[in-house]
């Protein structure tokens, strides 16, 4: 599903009416004329890569958009030059296209720098920030805690002609790194922390990615977020719980910056090229998406790309957007999972069984249906001659005739699943054992006739099939209990399957007890690489095609990796939920 641009008039055709407290407020505020139009952003910082957790809020905030045609736009909130990275920058642009979304405008923060440096000398010029020479060790002294009020800074009532003076000298590079801050001036006795007069600007003689040299200090990034949105227009700013308690000085930046009534601050903006019509936004908090067995700080992330505890930012086994992409999953499993999980105040942990629901839920409607076999034993139909070959049609699709049919050959060797023999059956085992029988998927009967051993391992089997049961004859009616599948030896590609689970092996490796870390449950079966075979319409798969291999799983063409000489397919996810199982 690809939506363009979101400007987003495009709206999809019979799509449910979706119902939650935020879409009650923009329906309110248009409905009342609050709003003509609405405005909405994604602002992720372009310091790692996005993970599964941003997919819900991309989710929100384009799909807002596209429902009651409003604007949505992208901005990389870049205020830290020394954690920024171009690669992560064009990785999160490609992330969103990916799920289907395109942005009314790309912008940044340091699009603004000029105007966040403006609307600081007015501050200091009102009267409600100054430069402070402390520490940040001795900021954090002075903060006070929870339950202990904060302490004024010995600097905070400097005249308005000292602090404009030392604020122009910070951004001449005059300082150095930690020598002074721009604070606001709020409230030290404050019981919201992040109101005792919190800093606006440091000092970091970084080179930007954007802007270069031109900038020694940079904005931090609450009170560079609040004014960028107030300069964009965004008329509801949407963002994770863990930004609720951070509102009041949100609308603390913008209520007394005051853009709209300030048009000199920005009045530069047009001029290079960033249409601007500054309003008030409305910061509304949401719960943010929490999966079991995985983790998802960037911190963490970036240790297991770094330690090579993974195979890089797009390993399939990665939280990350690129990874899952990767691994398989399309697009469609991310909206369904952020509609299954909704939005809500109320912070919960979502079982990663139900994100691999959505996942199979999604491939089992819309994806075709091949032949493979990973763990191969190759089968010889004695009763068939050497030079035997057929051609066989078979549906792409048991349950939508639109996919159509394919050909499949068939001749006198196979390759079967080694687990679909048994020398010494289990109870309950209805495949091949020897002089058992076994249905061959869409050929007839085969029955075991001998087993060949190197030692105590099983090279090869032997077996006789059943003319009669061939499809279209009496006997193909025949009742066998077990139906298997197979590749045709001669016509079949080798390929490598690249088998995948769960990167951690408990529901929650985040936990830090017994003197373990996340490093420690790390799961040593989240990968098994085998080498198989394919049918030959499996292997001329386009790269990132999605695919069941019947009885085994979804899977997909690797992304980087796969070749119709070399095919190499990635396990999306299993067909049932295994992990369940009497866990």
């Excluded at 931090?220 to 609040?226: E, F, I, L, P, Q």
């Excluded at 990663?352 to 010889?380: H, N, Q, W, Y």
């Excluded at 009616?477 to 590609?493: E, F, L, N």
């Amino acid at each position: 599903m690809s939506h363009s641009p979101t400007d987003a008039g495009s709206t999809e055709a019979a799509t449910p009416v979706k119902q939650d407290f935020i879409r009650q407020i923009v329906r309110d505020d248009l409905a009342s004329g609050k709003h003509a139009r609405i405005k909405t952003r994604f602002p992720p910082e372009p310091n790692g890569y996005l993970h599964i957790g941003h997919s819900k809020a991309i989710c929100l905030n384009f799909g807002i958009g596209l429902e009651f045609d409003g604007r949505v736009n992208l901005r990389f909130d870049d205020t830290n030059p020394a954690r920024e990275d171009p690669e992560y920058v064009e990785a999160i642009k490609e992330d969103v296209r990916w799920l289907g979304f395109e942005w009314a405008e790309l912008r940044h923060a340091s699009d603004y720098f000029l105007v966040f440096y403006l609307a600081a000398e007015k501050l200091v010029r009102d009267g409600k920030a100054f430069v402070c020479d402390l520490s940040p060790e001795q900021v954090r002294e002075y903060r006070g805690s929870l339950t202990e009020a904060g302490r004024e800074s010995p600097f905070r009532n400097r005249s308005i002609e000292e602090n404009l003076d030392l604020l122009r000298r910070m951004r001449t590079g005059e300082f150095p790194d930690g020598a002074r801050t721009l604070r606001a001036k709020i409230d030290m006795a404050s019981g919201n922390i992040n109101l005792r007069d919190p800093a606006l600007f440091r000092i970091k003689h970084v080179e930007h990615q954007n802007t270069g040299a031109e900038w020694c200090i940079y904005p931090m990034y609450d009170y560079a977020h609040a004014l960028s949105d107030a300069i964009e227009g965004i008329t509801h700013s949407l963002c994770t719980l863990e930004f609720e308690d951070h509102r009041p000085l949100y609308d603390w930046a913008v209520d007394n910056v005051d853009l709209p009534n300030h048009p000199e601050l920005w009045s530069h903006l047009p001029e290079r090229g960033f249409p601007t019509a500054p309003a008030k936004p409305r910061q509304i908090e949401f719960s943010r998406l929490n999966i079991n067995y995985t983790v998802m700080s960037k911190r963490k992330l970036l240790a297991l790309v770094n330690e090579g505890l993974v195979a890089g930012w797009d390993d399939p086994r990665m939280p990350t957007l690129q990874g899952i992409r990767r691994r398989g999953c399309p697009p469609k499993a991310l909206h369904l999972l952020a509609d299954r999980v909704g939005i809500s105040k109320q912070n919960s942990l979502i079982d990663f069984s139900v994100f691999e629901g959505c996942i199979r839920e999604t491939m089992d409607g819309d994806c075709a249906r091949r032949m493979a076999v990973i763990d191969p034993l190759k089968l010889v139909i004695e009763n068939l001659p050497e030079a035997h070959e057929e051609s066989l049609v078979f549906p792409n699709h048991p349950k939508n005739e639109t996919f159509g049919s394919r050909r499949v050959p068939f001749s006198r060797e196979l390759w079967i699943e080694r687990e679909d023999f048994m020398e010494v059956p289990a109870k309950g085992f209805h495949r091949l054992v020897p002089e058992g029988e076994v249905r061959l998927r869409g050929i007839g009967i085969v029955k075991c006739t001998a087993v060949i051993k190197d030692g105590e391992r099983v090279v090869e089997l032997r077996g006789t099939l059943d003319p009669e049961s061939r499809a279209g004859l009496p006997g193909a009616d025949r009742k066998i209990k077990g139906t298997i599948h197979w590749v045709s030896a001669k016509h079949a590609v080798a390929a490598e399957v690249r088998l995948y689970d769960r990167l951690f092996s408990v529901p929650d490796p985040d936990k830090d007890e017994a003197g373990k870390t996340y490093r420690d449950y790390l799961n040593p079966d989240s990968v098994r690489v085998v080498r198989g075979f394919v049918e030959p319409e499996a292997a001329v798969l386009a790269i990132e095609s999605g695919v069941q291999f019947e009885r085994l799983g979804y899977f997909c063409a690797d992304r980087r990796d796969h070749r119709n000489d070399a095919p190499v397919f990635n396990r999306t996810v299993t067909l049932r939920d295994s992990w369940n199982k009497g866990a």
